[in-house]
């Protein structure tokens, strides 16, 4: 089935454009017929936007690389602060212990001391 905008030419369209094979190359070359010179304000306005996205992708490059740098400075801050944290946690553990320990000698004195009370109380109440 022929298409009536395609000639001889594999991309031949009805306005003039043809395109020749690239010698192992990405660019794509384009020959214009003189006669539609508008394409030329197309392909300058396309250049145009080109630029424009060329310039947002690298703005979103500086913006990707600033963050990468945020997360990693705030990464290390929050493993400081961690390891702040375990530390301050060893060491309020040390003082519960020692209070704890302190509590209970408390605990055995007061406990000794009624036993001791006691005892007098009775020896005493006994006469």
């Known amino acids: 089935m022929a298409n009536p905008f395609h000639g001889s030419g594999p991309l031949r369209s009805r306005e003039g454009l043809t395109s020749r094979p690239a010698a192992a190359s990405d660019?794509?070359?384009?020959q214009i017929d003189p006669i539609h010179a508008d394409l030329d304000d197309h392909i300058t306005g396309l250049r145009g936007k080109i630029r424009q996205l060329k310039g947002v992708a690298q703005e979103i490059e500086?913006?990707?690389k600033f963050q990468k740098d945020f997360i990693s400075q705030l990464q290390m801050t929050l493993i400081k602060a961690q390891a702040g944290v375990k530390n301050n946690v060893r060491r309020i553990n040390k003082k519960i212990i020692q209070q704890g320990s302190n509590?209970?000698?408390?605990v055995v004195l007061f406990a000794l001391f009624c036993f001791f009370l006691i005892y007098l109380w009775s020896k005493f109440s006994k006469r």
């Open 27 to 30: 660019d794509i070359q384009l």
């Open 62 to 64: 500086n913006e990707a």
């Open 103 to 106: 509590h209970v000698l408390h």
